[in-house]
């Protein structure tokens, strides 16, 4: 099964890629409180998504060094 992620367009210059910012939680071992955690990933853009638009993500073959996200649709 293929992994699947949400997150926000932070950068759509280069062609057919966009930089994606994908927020999650995670809870401190030891004080449990919750705390917002960033990743950026550059995915493959074929959708034409831009700047501001929230998209869901899909794992896909290495297309680049840096590239193994496929936008899927923009939600």
Do not use: C
């Amino acid at each position: 099964m293929k992994k699947q992620l949400i997150g926000t367009v932070k950068s759509a210059k280069m062609m057919k890629t966009a930089v994606v910012d994908v927020v999650h939680f995670q809870v401190h071992p030891k004080y449990l409180k919750r705390i917002k955690v960033n990743k950026s990933y550059s995915a493959h853009n074929e959708i034409g998504a831009k700047e501001g638009d929230k998209v869901q993500l899909k794992d896909t073959r290495p297309i680049s060094k840096n590239k193994h996200w496929q936008i899927t649709k923009v939600l």
